[in-house]
């Protein structure tokens, strides 16, 4: 209960997940998760750094095909990141100022496509941020089919509708909701070690010996 409005036990804890994740580097996360969790392959369009923590709103396309992005736009929430599986295909550009111009209105933080996107420079000026496979100015065709909040595959990672998506330059994670505490004190941790490393190095106290040590393990 809060302000007197009851929040579900599912909302609440994506909203923990969310606090606790922002902020945290995509990479950090990744290796905290075994380093099997992240994307491939795609990349911000922005100029300007970006980063993103959010609820995954998944649609998986045809290759070309927006339809069903249309779709999806009208059903956005704040918070979403519109999470496209797009087939991988950039022979033809899924989304453009316009679409992002809607999904901003409607409160979305970023766009995530597998595929291709146009009017890159719309996206820096309203720095909304948006990861992608390729650019191209072609557009779409929209006949379908597809298929809107179910699981989907981007830049070689699963993405189930509801994970928490953080993203930054290096690129995406996805982390399911249960996960995100456990994680996200996992990755501060080594976030504090890392910058006890870097002092470290910066002040002569750095040793690499555990480099000899593995090597001697291995045989070499």
């Known amino acids: 209960m809060a302000n007197g409005i009851f929040i579900h036990p599912r909302q609440e804890a994506f909203a923990e997940g969310v606090q606790a994740l922002q902020g945290l580097p995509s990479s950090v996360i990744s290796d905290v998760m075994g380093r099997l969790v992240g994307t491939t392959g795609l990349h911000p369009v922005n100029r300007s750094q970006v980063s993103v923590c959010g609820n995954a709103f998944t649609v998986r396309v045809r290759a070309g095909d927006n339809l069903l992005i249309h779709q999806a736009l009208d059903m956005l929430k704040p918070g979403d990141v519109l999470v496209v599986d797009g087939e991988g295909d950039v022979s033809r550009a899924l989304v453009g100022e316009i679409m992002m111009t809607s999904a901003r209105m409607q409160g979305a933080l970023a766009f995530v496509i597998d595929g291709a996107v146009r009017d890159v420079d719309a996206f820096e000026t309203h720095q909304f941020p948006c990861w992608a496979r390729g650019?191209?100015?072609?557009?779409?065709?929209?006949?379908?089919?597809?298929?809107?909040?179910?699981?989907?595959?981007?830049g070689g990672m699963l993405v189930n509708p509801g994970d928490i998506i953080v993203g930054d330059g290096d690129g995406l994670v996805a982390i399911t909701p249960a996960e995100a505490l456990a994680v996200a004190k996992k990755a501060h941790d080594k976030v504090a070690d890392e910058k006890a490393t870097i002092e470290d190095i910066l002040h002569g106290r750095y040793s690499s010996a555990w480099v000899s040590v593995a090597l001697k393990q291995k045989g070499v």
């Open 135 to 154: 650019i191209n100015l072609r557009g779409p065709y929209k006949e379908g089919p597809g298929s809107i909040n179910s699981p989907v595959s981007v």
